[in-house]
């Protein structure tokens, strides 16, 4: 297994790992909000900006010289090495013997690729369908144009193109997405029961098209509409086939015509930018669509040149690390203040988890060190009346990313205000806390007796010194959310090189795929009355029972 990654000469990497852990333990819990008086340049100090994006992290748990020793780790690590082996189309993800090329989506920064090809092509053939769907030429069994798409797929071939098909909301065109994703039939169920056969359009999404999930579905697809047109009608304009497996697409009865390409050296939670993308573009039109590519674009071309001090995705890595690998941190919050990024979290989570979730290195050895925390959140200012609770008086600290646009595509009354308000808010929350000298005061200044004062002021303690940093924008933009998603795509890679591990498979996921199948297939057997070969374990045998059991009643 030829790995072209193991020509990064990190040698020198343990001493970088000793030191930073030796500044770790001098530091102990250091006071971040005492920085602030120390270092009056700390805002500049801790802040960059890049393609309209601009990161404060001046809130995190860093010095001066533990800063200096985390650009040096990525330095050591050689990260810029790494970086242009992917660019430049080296199969990096050496456990599939794959290439990793899904900058080339967007223009990518290397135009000189045989991929780069492929890759207008099939951008050609998607905007002409885009064009046709959005101008009713392309129309249904009835011949009426299409109202509705529902996107079938899962993973990498839903998680993105539903999170961007909701931040831009505002862009959208006059048809509606929707997206189906889980083998729960009502999911399927409920979406169809808003939509009109004659007028829904179906994009069957998978990479593989062997996905158990998305294949049931596209099934139920096909029978809904075919009760409703009749079996003499031709169902083909109905159905659009996005795979790397154009072959099982046909097989399944998808039109060649109809069927959009994608490549194995794109990985599938990478995949949006692709014709994965489709329902985006239907939505949103595929000027927006471009906006969109073109603001990934130009993170890419940022984080190819700019140096590893000025680096966004850089810098949102070595914070990472710090938190994990030096303070400890086991989960890492991402907030933004901005509904339409509802579903950013859920999107992050497999980007981030299913790239770094990993324990062995590149070679098969432990790690040795930590890898991905978990990763989770809400939008702003919902999350704050659940889970900010365990933020700011939890027991384990979480990093926490907040994300805010300045401006509102929906200015009512001040309810931006409040809502940008609220995100400063809490960041402040989260670093200065409340002692219990102040809730002591604030109890005793409300009238309370010294001795409620005194019971009820510890519970009423935040510690604060809760790290945070903090991303803000003009606006959610096609160009800029573009921009957001590949500085959080570069960020897991930089990740990936620091821990020395495979961002871009994702083996962990086959067991459990084949343990249902096998269970499946027993479950088959024990309902037509043939003797069940297997023998689980008691807990799933009593499950197995208790679903036969009630298929009885
Ligand atoms: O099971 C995990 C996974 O393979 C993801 O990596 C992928 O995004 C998803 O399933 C869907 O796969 P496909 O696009 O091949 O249906």
């Keep these: 297994m030829f790995d072209p990654l193991e020509s990064l000469s990190q040698a020198d990497l343990p001493a970088v790992w000793e030191r930073l852990a030796q500044i770790a333990e001098a530091q ?16 500049s100090r801790f802040t960059r900006e890049a393609v309209g994006l601009k990161l404060d992290f001046s809130r995190h748990a860093i010095t001066p010289e533990s800063w200096t020793a985390l650009i040096d ?15 430049s189309g080296a199969a990096i993800n050496h456990t599939e013997g794959r290439k990793v090329l899904h900058c080339a989506l967007r223009g990518g920064t290397n135009k000189s690729l045989e991929e780069s090809v492929l890759v207008a092509e099939v951008r050609e053939r998607l905007a002409a369908l885009v064009n046709s769907v959005l101008r009713g030429e392309r129309t249904g069994f009835s011949g009426e144009a299409f109202t509705d798409v529902v996107n079938i797929g899962i993973g990498g071939s839903d998680l993105g193109p539903a999170m961007v098909s909701e ?38 999404a998978s990479k593989t098209f062997t996905t158990l999930e998305t294949l049931a579905n596209a099934k139920a697809a096909q029978g809904w509409l075919q009760a409703a047109a009749g079996s003499e009608q031709s169902l083909s304009d109905h159905f659009v086939a996005v795979s790397s497996n154009v072959a099982k697409a046909e097989e399944f009865g998808v039109d060649v015509d109809s069927i959009y390409p994608m490549w194995d050296w794109v990985g599938g939670r990478y995949s949006l930018w692709s014709a994965i993308g489709l329902p985006i573009a239907i939505a949103v039109g595929w000027e927006n669509f471009n906006q969109l590519c073109e603001g990934a674009g130009a993170m890419d071309e940022h984080f190819a040149s700019a140096p590893l001090s000025d ?8 914070l990472e690390i710090w938190s994990v690998n030096m303070l400890g941190a086991q989960s890492h919050a991402v907030l933004p203040y901005d509904q339409n990024l509802c579903q950013l979290p859920a999107f992050l989570q497999q980007l981030t988890m299913e790239s770094n979730g990993k324990q062995v290195d590149r070679s098969g050895k432990p790690l040795g060190r930590a890898s991905c925390p978990v990763v989770w959140g809400a939008a702003g200012t919902n999350g704050q009346h ?10 384990q600290p979480v990093p926490a990313d907040f994300i805010v646009p300045m401006q509102s595509h929906n200015p009512l009354a001040d309810q931006h205000t409040h809502l940008v308000t609220n995100c400063m808010a809490q960041a402040r929350a989260l670093l200065f806390g409340k002692s219990l000298q102040q809730a002591a005061q604030e109890l005793s200044d409300a009238g309370y007796s010294d001795e409620a004062v005194q019971a009820l002021a510890p519970h009423k303690v935040l510690p604060g010194n809760r790290p945070s940093l903090t991303i803000s924008y003009d606006k959610t933009s096609p160009y800029r ?28 996921v086959e067991l459990g795929k084949q343990i249902g199948v096998e269970i499946y297939n027993e479950i088959e057997k024990r309902r037509s009355g043939i003797p069940g070969d297997a023998a689980f374990d008691p807990s799933t045998e009593a499950l197995l029972n208790q679903l036969l059991a009630s298929e009885q009643i």
């Design 28 to 43: 102990g819990e250091l006071n971040i909000r005492a920085q602030f008086d120390r270092d009056p340049e700390r805002i």
């Design 73 to 87: 780790l990525a330095s050591t690590a050689e990260v810029p090495q790494a970086v242009t082996q992917m660019l």
């Design 167 to 204: 931040a831009l909301t505002p862009y959208h065109q006059h048809l509606k997405v929707h997206f189906v994703s889980n083998v729960d039939p009502s999911h399927m169920v409920n979406t169809l029961a808003q939509l009109n056969p004659a007028t829904t359009l179906f994009i069957i």
């Design 311 to 318: 680096n966004l995705p850089v810098i949102l890595s070595l």
């Design 386 to 395: 659940s889970f900010h609770q365990l933020l700011h008086q939890g027991t």
């Design 481 to 508: 959310l573009g921009a957001l998603i590949a500085l959080y795509e570069h960020k897991v890679f930089v990740s990936s090189v620091i821990w020395g591990l495979n961002a871009f498979d994702q083996w962990g």
